[in-house]
């Protein structure tokens, strides 16, 4: 599925795997993104800094994050 941005992580359990998702939409603070075979929308989060980012499973311990 061809989307705006390819995005790009690695986990933080395995630095040797790298994980991808594709942006296909960004609506206000949602993001629709193509992951693990399913489109699914997502909240931006904006960190201190002001970089936006977005959890692809949901929020847990050591999930792994795209930065937008």
């Keep these: 599925m061809k989307g705006i941005q390819t995005l790009r992580t690695r986990l933080i359990t395995d630095s040797n795997i790298t994980i991808t998702a594709e942006l296909l939409e960004i609506k206000g603070n949602w993001a629709t993104i193509f992951f693990d075979k399913k ?30």
Excluded: A, L, Q, W
């Excluded at 931006?44 to 929020?59: E, L, V």
């Design 39 to 68: 489109i699914v929308r997502r909240k931006i989060k904006t960190s201190f800094d002001g970089t936006k980012y977005i959890f692809p499973n949901g929020y847990y311990s050591m999930c792994p994050s795209f930065e937008i």
